[in-house]
């Protein structure tokens, strides 16, 4: 009987452990993980006003040298990112205004950016001002964007929309070189690397671009990202 009892016993035992067990019905399997971030959720986290002003306080005398294309440096710059009114653009909109130093600074960069889910990404097109000048200063009035449509920025095409992940500690959008490709003003073709990382409460953001020859046409900043904080 104590045999029959220890023998029922191990069969138990070895019919559970060759059940798998159950996937966690939280886990997301890595393709569902983008819909965790929303183009709604990406405004929301970069709306407001950006400095670099802790990292520049810290850094190294050598990088605090004009910007150049070859050396080494770190500037001031002072950031914000406002949701504006674009229907021709998208319906997730947001103008970047970048000043030197601070608020009242020369503008170092125009952007627009627009957020839309393409093939089940969350993308991010990017375009230039062909004039910026008459949406200087215009961060305090996102109406002001109605009738902007495409004739008046420089866009970079599909290919160029950088691509929107969730990470642990927050989101990363990024294209790359081998990804984006385009011809700029000057005729020169070129490949663009871009990254912007929110980190915790920060904001990491860098870029650049290569020529053909694999010179470089530019880098902001070079070595090491902006790291950018709320005001």
Same mark, same amino acid.
């Given at each position: 009987m104590r045999i029959t009892i220890l023998a029922l016993l191990t069969a138990t035992l070895a019919a559970c452990a060759s059940v798998a067990p159950k996937p966690s019905s939280t886990a997301l399997a890595p393709a569902d993980r983008s819909s965790l971030i929303t183009a709604e959720s990406i405004a929301h986290d970069l709306g407001g006003?950006?400095?670099?002003?802790?990292?520049?306080?810290a850094a190294s005398p050598?990088?605090?040298?004009?910007? #150049?294309? *070859?050396g080494d440096w770190l500037d001031l710059q002072h950031?914000?990112?406002? =949701?504006?009114?674009? +229907? &021709?653009?998208g319906d997730t909109v947001l103008y970047l205004?970048?000043?030197?130093?601070?608020a009242s600074g020369d503008i170092t960069r125009q952007r627009i950016w627009s957020f839309h889910r393409r093939d089940g990404e969350l993308r991010m097109d990017f375009y230039a001002f062909v004039d910026g000048a008459p949406?200087?200063?215009? #961060?305090? *009035?996102?109406?002001?964007?109605?009738?902007?449509?495409?004739?008046?920025? =420089?866009?970079?095409? +599909? &290919?160029c929309a950088l691509r929107f992940t969730p990470t642990d500690a927050g989101w990363r959008g990024e294209i790359t070189a081998s990804e984006c490709t385009l011809t700029a003003q000057s005729g020169r073709k070129m490949g663009i690397d871009a990254r912007i990382e929110r980190i915790g409460n920060a904001l990491h953001y860098q870029e650049s671009?290569?020529?053909?020859?694999?010179?470089?046409?530019?880098r902001v900043p070079p070595t090491r990202p902006y790291v950018f904080e709320r005001e």
């Open positions: 006003i950006w400095s670099n002003a802790r990292q520049y306080s050598a990088l605090k040298v004009p910007p #150049s294309v *070859d950031a914000r990112f406002v =949701r504006v009114i674009a +229907p &021709a653009i205004e970048w000043r030197k130093a601070d949406y200087a200063g215009k #961060s305090n *009035d996102p109406s002001a964007f109605e009738t902007l449509d495409t004739s008046q920025l =420089r866009g970079y095409g +599909p &290919a671009g290569r020529l053909e020859s694999g010179a470089y046409a530019f």
